[in-house]
């Protein structure tokens, strides 16, 4: 990779943090997700999905089982806060893997409230790259089932 593209591929910057597919395959067996509200044509996970244009951010996603791996940057909290609200709603499920940051705002406001947070152990390698992530990264769950955790959720660990 040359040191231009890892700067920006690698920089809060970058929108596009391909989710790992062996990562997502693994989640999917659990979740069949059903929705991606944020993706571009190219990269969605799931045959639904919303890209830019679209705006996810104001679409309805209840009844959904939605994998949310959002654009990385200032925004992200809107989405944090977006999938908290659409995750209350009747038969909707949010999964969102977002960088581990405990100390900021979104975290406290809504991820402290989620039904499951999976810390992975080590860190992801995005977009089919060979680097690890700069960020640890968490897996957080909302649902409207309220309590009904899943027991003995995979293992989620990366080295
Ligand atoms: C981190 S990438 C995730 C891509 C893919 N869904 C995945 O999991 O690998 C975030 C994606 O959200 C898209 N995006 C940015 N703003 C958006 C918006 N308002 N609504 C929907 N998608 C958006 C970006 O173009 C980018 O492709």
């Known amino acids: 990779m040359k040191k231009h593209d890892a700067k920006v591929l690698f920089s809060s910057k970058s ?13 999917n067996k659990q979740f069949d997700f059903n929705l991606d509200p944020c993706a571009q044509s190219h990269n969605a996970v799931c045959s639904k999905h919303f890209t830019a244009d679209e705006d996810g951010l104001a679409q309805d996603w209840e009844g959904a089982t939605a994998f949310v791996n959002p654009p990385y940057g200032r925004g992200i909290a809107g989405w944090v806060k977006k999938s908290y609200e659409e995750g209350c709603k009747n038969g909707t499920t949010v999964v969102m893997l977002i960088p581990a940051r405990t100390d ?27 680097n690890s992530a700069p960020f640890p990264s968490a897996v957080v769950v909302f649902r409207n089932d309220r309590g009904h955790p899943v027991e003995n959720p995979p293992s989620l660990a990366v080295m």
């Open 104 to 130: 900021t705002r979104y975290w406290h406001d809504y991820v402290m409230k989620a039904d499951e947070v999976r810390l992975i152990k080590g860190r992801l390698k995005f977009g089919g790259g060979s």
């Open 15 to 27: 929108m596009e943090w391909a989710t790992p597919r062996d990562f997502f395959r693994k989640l």
